[in-house]
Nanobody, 115 residues
Framework: QVQLVESGGGLVQAGGSLRLSCGAS????????MGWYRQAPGKQREVAAV???????TYAQSVRGRFTISRGYAGPTVHLDMNDLRPDDTGIYFC?????????WGQGTQVTVSY
């Protein structure tokens, strides 16, 4: 089992910035993909940004140029720096950890961007 602990999120005005962080613990494999998905009210969960074991990064088109994902230096952690936030970035952001055939989700953290 893998446990994910998320931090960050909150309420910010449009144009503002937030940082999300996620740390993984438990049965960790060094070769893992970590990242963030998000779910807006009434919509399906979608990828925001993920980083694979080779540090290949995938961003959703809607966040490219505004969000930056990075791995932390202390253990299996991942950060998402979100700049120039827009109201349509509002949603619950879920950390994900994938290794081999197993995937795990964090409980989610709320991001709300006001006009």
């Amino acid at each position: 089992q893998v446990q994910l602990v998320e931090s960050g999120g909150g309420l910010v005005q449009a144009g503002g910035s937030l940082r999300l962080s996620c740390g993984a613990s438990g049965n960790i494999f060094s070769a893992n993909t970590m990242g963030w998905y998000r779910q807006a009210p009434g919509k399906q969960r979608e990828v925001a940004a993920v980083i694979d074991p080779d540090y290949k990064i995938t961003y959703a088109q809607s966040v490219r140029g505004r969000f930056t994902i990075s791995r932390g230096y202390a253990g299996p952690t991942v950060h998402l720096d979100m700049n120039d936030l827009r109201p349509d970035d509002t949603g619950i952001y879920f950390c994900t950890y994938i290794a081999g055939t197993k995937g795990y989700w964090g409980q989610g953290t709320q991001v709300t961007v006001s006009y």
